[in-house]
């Protein structure tokens, strides 16, 4: 079992910065590709961004790409994701999700994720 925890959420104006983080426990961090998804009202979920095992390989939504940045520290057990320049469209609550894959690339389909934390609110103001 792998425990996965957000934070950093909240309220922003449109065009500010917000720094989320998931924490994790159980199993061994490093063994676990990590993603990111959010899912707005009405909605279904997206992806938003992945990081391989040794954050040697992101990949992003082209929604927000050039916008956001995921990051990990293995050390301490924790994924990131810098969210700048952000949009009312980006209003969700965001995911972090744990993966148990080894390959270059993180993949996208949140099927492909066994353990999800429990999300933390994101709203953008106009």
């Known amino acids: 079992q792998v425990q996965l925890v957000e934070s950093g959420g909240g309220l922003v104006q449109a065009g500010g910065s917000l720094r989320l983080s998931c924490a994790a426990s159980?199993?061994?961090?490093?063994?676990?590709?990590m993603g990111w998804f959010r899912q707005a009202p009405g909605k279904d979920r997206e992806y938003v961004a992945g990081?391989?095992?040794?954050?040697?390989?992101?990949y992003y939504a082209d929604s927000v790409k050039g916008r956001f940045t995921i990051s990990r520290d293995n050390a301490k057990n924790t994924v990131y994701l810098q969210m700048n320049s952000l949009k009312s469209e980006d209003t969700a609550v965001y995911y972090c999700?744990?993966?148990?894959?080894?390959?270059?690339?993180?993949?996208?389909?949140?099927?492909?994720?066994?353990?999800w934390g429990q999300g933390t609110q994101v709203t953008v103001s106009s």
């Open positions: 999700a744990a993966d148990f894959w080894d390959g270059v690339r993180p993949r996208t389909g949140s099927s492909d994720y066994e353990y």
């Open positions: 990081i391989s095992r040794s954050g040697g390989s992101t």
């Open positions: 159980g199993r061994p961090f490093s063994r676990y590709a």
